[in-house]
């Protein structure tokens, strides 16, 4: 058997070349943790935001004073709930604080409609105005 005497080791360019090369490779790859904890937050938000304007739609949709003042031809505002803000466009503007939410009751059924069917909008907003989530649905008055 033959003994190899010149065994060559790792020089120090080596070792630095490969610790720079990982260093890049993970740096990298940590960048994409905190992106997937934002990512996680900004959807739980907007799950969160459709339930509540889905939940806010169907009380709404129930109100006994919504229901009432839309069956008056020129309701008061003190017929309806708390939060009225105008009458423009041929729709009821509501704005709410808690949660933050714009809500629009057109006064007319479209007129293509037998029924009498009224549109509702709710948007819910972020504390920043921008729109979380957006929903309609329809208030049928009898």
Known sequence: ???V?????VTLVEVLAAIAILSIILVSVMNIFPQMGMMNKQNEEKAQAVNTAKLL????????KVLNALKKTNPLPQDWPDGYASFENGYYLFKLTEPKAEIKIWKEPPPTSKSK?????IKLLSD???????????????
Do not use: C, F, P
């Open 1 to 3: 058997m033959k003994a």
């Open 128 to 142: 920043r105005n921008n729109v979380l989530t957006e929903t309609y649905g329809y208030i049928i008055v009898r």
């Open 5 to 9: 005497r010149n065994e060559e080791g």
């Open 117 to 121: 069917a009224h549109e509702v909008q």
């Open 57 to 64: 739609l169907s009380e709404w949709k129930s109100d006994e």
